[in-house]
């Protein structure tokens, strides 16, 4: 069976007009390098005959609400939206007053990775917390959930937590339900950003509920560009009550795409047939072959616990650089040597093994 990604490859061929780049050559800097799934192409490919309704009034967006009530319960509602940060900084302005505050772990999207997005855009004051794991717990939590009622504060009114986290540790669902009760008791909302949700479903082995709606997370920003997407992402308002003006917001951050059937296509093909989970997990056992492989290395040493598609590990100097003359990936904290390798749902056995093979010959030269 011919894919549609093949297909443009032949057509292109045909009238001399070859890609621009090695459709073969994968490496590992990020899950947003790889390509588009075949099956969202396809779904795409469907979605584009004929006219249908702009601005979300369309069958797709409709029958996407019906799906993510299918996931996480009924009545929530879904804002599909262009990007992450501008799912994130939605979710956010959603949940609080022009005085609110966030608190978050340091190593957060929100405040490491938006260029200031949720402070510039949002107008929100971030209270960044350190963290280990890149996981809060309500102990952290509490250094800066303090000074309600204190006019020289920004009030802390919601928590945010990433889901995988930016470290690629996995809240389990008992621990966002410790966090989700600690902030309601205190006033607050809990956010989740889950641009690798669906890695923390294929690691946990229970369904997307079960640490979200289930586990007391007000408001969710899920992923789809990093499993696959062309582009987009969907915010859920899991408890509407809590999450206020989610309309007018997202034309006001100017996330309201006019063509909307597009966005929503594609989460239907992610999620109707379970190309969500089969791709991140596909991901997620990537990532586990080449923390097993690096693990035996002398001169690799790991720094976090691998649970979705990602590995971080400390590097002699200059094996890094060197073996970027071949593979692609990032520096995480370049001062101590610590890199970050992403797996993705196109990585193969093959990637992995070619990738281990060089850092084996990098470090017999060191």
Not at 352 to 362: G, H, L, M, P, Q
Request: net charge negative; hydrophobic share 40%; charged share 20%.
């Amino acid at each position: 069976m011919t894919t549609t990604t093949e297909a443009i490859h032949t057509a292109d061929t045909a009238q001399g007009r070859g890609p621009l780049h090695d459709p073969a050559v994968r490496g590992f800097a990020s899950d947003n390098y790889s390509g588009v799934h075949p099956e969202i192409l396809s779904a795409l490919a469907t979605a584009n005959g004929g006219h249908q309704v702009s601005y979300g009034e369309d069958v797709y967006t409709a029958r996407l609400q019906e799906i993510l009530e299918q996931q996480f319960g009924s009545g929530i509602e879904c804002f599909p939206v262009f990007n992450g940060t501008g799912a994130n900084v939605l979710s956010l302005q959603a949940l609080l007053p022009r005085w609110g505050a966030v608190i978050c772990a340091s190593t957060a999207h929100i405040n490491m990775d938006e260029n200031g997005a949720p402070e510039r855009v949002g107008g929100i004051k971030l209270l960044q917390v350190p963290t280990e794991d890149g996981k809060l717990t309500p102990g952290l939590i509490d250094r800066e959930a303090w000074g309600w009622g204190d006019e020289h504060r920004a009030q802390p009114l919601v928590v945010s937590i990433t889901q995988t986290t930016e470290l690629g540790t996995c809240y389990t669902p008992s621990e966002v339900r410790a966090i989700a009760d600690h902030a309601h008791a205190k006033g607050m909302k809990l956010h989740m950003d889950g641009a690798r949700l669906a890695n923390a479903a294929a690691h946990l082995g229970v369904p997307l509920r079960a640490f979200t709606r289930d586990a007391g997370v007000d408001i969710l920003s899920f992923g789809g560009t990093k499993n696959g997407l062309l582009f987009g992402e969907v915010v859920v308002a899991l408890n509407p009550e809590a999450a206020d003006g989610l309309k007018y917001l997202r034309k006001m951050n100017m996330q309201l795409a006019s063509k909307m059937r597009f966005i929503s296509a594609q989460f239907i093909a992610l999620l109707e047939d379970g190309l969500w989970l089969r791709s991140a997990t596909h991901a997620n056992s990537m990532a586990t072959r080449l923390r097993r492989a690096v693990e035996q290395i002398d001169g690799v040493q790991p720094t976090q616990e691998t649970q979705s598609n990602g590995v971080f590990a400390i590097l002699p100097a200059g094996v890094a650089d060197r073996l970027r003359s071949s593979f692609a990936f990032y520096d995480w904290d370049a001062a101590r040597g610590e890199v970050r390798w992403m797996c993705s749902f196109d990585t193969t056995e093959e990637d992995i093994d070619a990738f281990v093979s060089a850092i084996k010959r990098e470090l017999a030269t060191t």
